[in-house]
């Protein structure tokens, strides 16, 4: 069983700053993807930042310059740091992974954390 917990949600005012974080844990036999994406309300769920397959990195352009995804392969755990922080970025943000289980290391499957509420203030 995997799980995907995130922390480091919250309020803040605008222009402030976040850092999400996001493990996996369990029976992970290799991770292919790893990212944040977010819901805001009465929108779709829309992709933030995202580690794909190879290392290489995607992000949202309304967030390039303003947010920063890394990771600790050694952990399994990614974080987004997130700067100068708007209104608009006030959305419920859910850690996402491609991953294989040692139970199935032919089948790629998707996990999603259970989201973390981060809101900006103006």
């Known amino acids: 069983q995997v799980q995907l917990v995130e922390s480091g949600g919250g309020l803040v005012q605008a222009g402030g700053s976040l850092r999400l974080s996001c493990a996996a844990s369990?029976?992970?036999?290799?991770?292919?993807?790893m990212g944040w994406y977010r819901q805001a309300p009465g929108k779709q769920r829309e992709l933030v930042a995202v580690f794909n397959s190879g290392g290489s990195t995607n992000y949202a352009d309304s967030v390039k310059g303003r947010f920063t995804i890394s990771r600790d392969n050694a952990k399994n755990t990614v974080y987004l740091q997130m700067n100068s922080l708007k209104p608009e970025d006030t959305a419920v943000y859910y850690c996402n992974a491609n991953l294989k289980t040692t139970a199935a290391p032919w089948v790629m499957r998707i996990y999603w954390g259970q989201g973390t509420q981060v809101t900006v203030s103006s």
């Open positions: 369990g029976s992970i036999f290799s991770i292919n993807a």
